[in-house]
């Protein structure tokens, strides 16, 4: 990715300010950083939200908003997550203003989620904006869109953007949930460190569980990127608790990426015994095994191949106690979670129209063949096998696979 295009110098505008050491002012420093960091992100942003639009439109999903922005490749996750998250809150008037200003014209067509997430950060957002040509194209025509957008106002008979926004975001915050990767310190540590700073209590279900506040934000804390602790779902982590998986044994976990949950297994396992961790997919793969390499699991054996393939005759499976499966579904019990009550098919799908059944007939297809072939698996020792889904609606989910 280029850097911003540098400021034209204006002769008219006199000699450079400098500090007594020669260099520019710390204010003027501070301020070309946050320039500078606002033109990246915005650009992270976009990258983001071409994925997450593009999945949404072919309901063939790259990821949920969160672990697309909390990628080890995205670098300033933080101002990325915010952006992308209001731009599609904003997004049905984003494009109507820019559509009805005809500001989004075919040049920038190919770019058109960089503009509109610039318009956004603009129009709605911080608004640090002097580098970069889509910057330049939404400040240069900042009157044309504000115009375009009283006018939408005007036209809905209501007096400020929010009020267009309407109910679309109005959804009740959750409490921030860690697991605290027991492979690496203790709850009590972590405790005592985030106490300082938050309000913190243990989860009364499962072990190892913080209970943070809503809208806690430790992404960048150290204790996050060290992998002392995961920022991981209390559903999710109930899957491996409820497998319960004992020190030493050899355990196969058949859908494995992004591989928080085979972390979770390692960790109750205290290190011992040994896990199979199995991910079709090659992208995914590698986000599974950046998430062992930062848990500092090391019985961990990642396998870039099919469960489906694994033969249970095979001697090196012989010692397997468990199998841990959790396939993909259609994450409608968890759509709140997975922040999809943003995307644009939501207010428009009621679950039940025609791509989303072929998409949960594929779904259960699959989860039908991977579970029947986890139950077909006959090792040497008794086996303990874990499924989990998390469709909304469990019984058009448990009719598809029976």
Not at 69 to 85: D, E, H, I, M, Q
Not at 130 to 144: T, Y
Not at 314 to 338: F, H, K, M, N, Q
Request: aromatic share 6%; glycine share 6%.
């Amino acid at each position: 990715m280029a850097p911003p295009p540098p400021q034209r110098k204006n002769p008219s505008r006199g000699p450079a300010v400098t500090g007594g050491n020669g260099r520019p002012p710390r204010r003027m420093a501070s301020r070309d950083a946050a320039e500078r960091a606002a033109f990246f992100a915005r650009r992270e942003a976009a990258a983001v939200l071409r994925r997450v639009l593009r999945g949404d439109a072919t309901r063939r999903s790259a990821g949920s908003i969160k672990s697309l922005v909390y990628s080890p490749t995205v670098r300033n996750k933080r101002a990325t997550f915010a952006l992308v998250c209001q731009t599609l809150k904003y997004l049905p008037i984003l494009k109507e203003v820019l559509g009805s200003s005809g500001v989004l014209n075919s040049k920038w067509k190919k770019q058109e989620e960089l503009v509109v997430v610039t318009a956004y950060d603009i129009l709605f957002g911080q608004g640090t904006a002097v580098s970069g040509s889509a910057e330049q194209l939404i400040l240069a025509n900042k009157d044309i869109l504000s115009s375009a957008l009283d006018r939408i106002c005007a036209k809905r008979n209501v007096s400020s953007v929010e009020d267009l926004v309407g109910q679309k975001t109005a959804v009740k915050p959750k409490p921030r949930f860690l697991r605290v990767n027991t492979l690496k310190t203790t709850a009590e540590s972590v405790i005592e460190e985030l106490s300082k700073i938050h309000m913190v209590y243990k989860d009364d279900m499962v072990p190892d569980m913080l209970v943070l506040p809503p809208g806690t934000d430790l992404h960048s804390h150290p204790l996050v990127t060290n992998g002392k602790v995961f920022l991981q779902g209390k559903a999710s982590c109930m899957v491996a608790v409820a497998l319960n998986p004992k020190p030493g044994w050899k355990v196969i976990d058949a859908c494995a990426a992004p591989g928080n949950k085979t972390v979770h297994l390692a960790a109750l396992m205290n290190g011992e015994g040994s896990i199979i961790a199995c991910e079709l997919n090659k992208e995914r793969a590698k986000t599974l095994q950046h998430t062992v390499r930062r848990s500092g699991a090391n019985n961990i054996q990642t396998v870039n191949g099919d469960f489906l393939d694994i033969d249970s005759k095979d001697p090196s499976y012989a010692e397997v106690r468990a199998i841990l499966l959790d396939p993909s579904c259609s994450g409608s019990g968890i759509s709140t979670e997975r922040l999809d009550y943003l995307l644009p098919s939501h207010s428009r799908d009621d679950q039940d129209d025609a791509s989303t059944s072929s998409r949960v007939m594929k779904l259960s297809a699959f989860q039908k063949k991977a579970l029947s072939h986890a139950l077909s698996c006959k090792f040497q020792f008794p086996q303990w096998r874990g499924w989990s889904t998390a469709p909304a609606r469990f019984t058009r989910q448990r009719m598809r696979m029976s």
